[in-house]
């Protein structure tokens, strides 16, 4: 395999045993397989035997299985290998390494070897080797952690706000009417500001963010909290929209043993609008023994609000079966499929999950057997997995079709539960066999 096909099935997982059946295969002492296919061109099996040859000091036979996937100029090997001299202490290697490969990984193979280098006294050759690339905002993070590491802020403060005066218009209101390239450039800034200690100047640029949020985090909202500046972030979260700066208030308030503040945090959101809040507090809620609270709150919360949300309904059937009220859950679940006057896939799910909690895992089985839906490929994996738990994946196996891409992994994995280990191997190695629906199955298809 060439580099090109390592990345791609390392995306896909095509053709590899997915990793998290080769967990089961070492926890089950499988380690002959997993050694096996890490030098037959699994690289899963490769991560997790070099893991295992690590752990044991056998320092060169974990270096020799990798070889071959170095030797592909792949940068995910080049970057394992580097890890792996850095941790041992091996600077020069590891950065030999990653300077030969850095070309084939792209702008994060860049920020990689710059992050290396000045992890290792050679900070001015990182800073050198980014700064080309700034317009990357991964680039440009790491440019200026490492200019950080170096004390050159104002260097690093003056290229960034010269980003922000040369952003064009554009037509997107949604950003200020500018498109600045790195999309990062003003909060990276406001991070420069902050480590200078020059806090207020860092609050007043994240003020002027038209995008407050990324990845449910307002680095706002956290600048405020890290510097003790409550009732700022007070304010703040009372006109802060999404509710990201009032789950950061609510954090720091349970951290330092303030629980009832941090309820009042969520509350002042009114949780009956947003499923986030509401979900969050039922959550704060039951860390802290107020289970029934927690439950009240999701069960009337209004469907306007996303009460008959799939998500914000199996975080309240997880908070029935925590609390011990499983059958109050199936209810409710009940209540719901009448009210809503349909029967979607994720009702019986849900539904299965709360019988299984309840001690009755014979009848959901007996209920997913009876299902219309029941030949469709998720509810079959659904109960496939009930009569696997059930001790019983033979029936589990039979019941999936390999022929359906998204069944592979899942029969795999019960396969390996029914002890048929090689077949499940088999399975992940063979080319999807698309078969049409309808289509009897003939002796020419895989025989699981």
């Known amino acids: 395999m060439d580099a090109a096909e390592l990345d791609r099935r390392a995306r896909t997982y095509d ?65 394992s290998v ?44 990182a800073f050198d080797l980014l700064l080309p690339y700034v317009g990357d905002w991964l680039v440009a993070e790491a440019l200026v952690k490492v200019g950080a590491g170096l004390g050159r802020f104002e260097e690093v403060a003056n290229l960034l706000i010269a980003r922000i005066d040369a952003g064009r218009e554009t037509g997107w209101p949604d950003f200020g009417g500018r498109h600045t390239e790195p999309s990062n450039a003003l909060e990276l800034l406001a991070t420069v500001r902050e480590q200078q200690g020059r806090v207020d100047e860092a609050i007043d640029l ?13 680095q706002l909202a956290d600048l405020l909290a890290r510097h003790d500046r409550i009732e700022e972030l007070r ?26 503040g941090a309820v009042e945090a969520y509350r002042s959101l009114s949780p009956d609008r947003s499923p986030n809040t509401a979900v969050a507090l039922a959550q704060l809620l039951a860390r802290h023994d107020r289970g029934n609270e927690a439950i009240e709150l999701l069960r009337t919360l209004p469907s306007a609000a996303g009460g008959d949300d799939d998500w914000v309904v199996d975080a309240l059937c997880t908070l029935y079966v925590d609390q011990g009220r499983v059958e109050e859950g199936l209810a409710h679940l009940d209540d719901r499929r009448t009210r809503l006057g349909c029967e979607e896939v994720e009702f019986f799910r849900l539904r299965s999950k709360l019988l299984v909690a309840c001690g009755r895992r014979e009848q959901a089985i007996e209920e997913a057997q009876v299902r219309p839906e029941r030949d469709t490929w998720y509810e079959a994996q659904i109960l496939a997995g009930l009569l696997s738990d059930a001790g019983r994946p033979q029936e589990a196996v039979a019941l999936l079709d390999p022929a359906i891409p998204a069944n592979r992994s899942v029969l795999a994995g019960h396969l390996m539960t029914a002890g ?29």
């Open 15 to 79: 053709g590899w045993i997915p990793p998290h059946l080769v967990s089961w295969l070492i926890d089950h002492g499988h380690l002959g397989v997993v050694e096996r296919e890490a030098h037959g061109g699994d690289w899963f099996c490769a991560q997790a035997w070099v893991c295992i040859l690590v752990g044991q000091e056998r320092r060169e036979e974990a270096l020799e299985v990798l070889t071959p996937y170095l030797a592909t100029g792949w940068w995910r090997a080049a970057r």
């Open 82 to 125: 580097a890890e792996l001299f850095e941790g041992w202490e091996r600077v020069d290697e590891a950065i030999e390494v990653v300077r030969s490969n850095v070309g084939s990984g792209g702008l994060s193979a860049v920020k990689d070897f710059a992050l290396l280098l000045a992890r290792h006294g050679r900070g001015d050759e």
């Open 206 to 218: 994240l003020r002027k963010r038209e995008i407050t949020s990324v990845n449910g985090r307002d």
């Open 235 to 260: 304010e703040y979260a009372a006109t802060e929209s999404l509710g990201d700066a009032a789950q950061c208030l609510a954090e720091y308030l349970e951290q330092r043993g303030d629980v009832a």
């Open 420 to 448: 048929r280990v090689e077949d499940a191997v088999a399975l992940v190695h063979q080319p999807p066999v698309y078969v049409k629906p309808g289509r009897p199955r003939s002796d020419d298809d895989p025989p699981f």
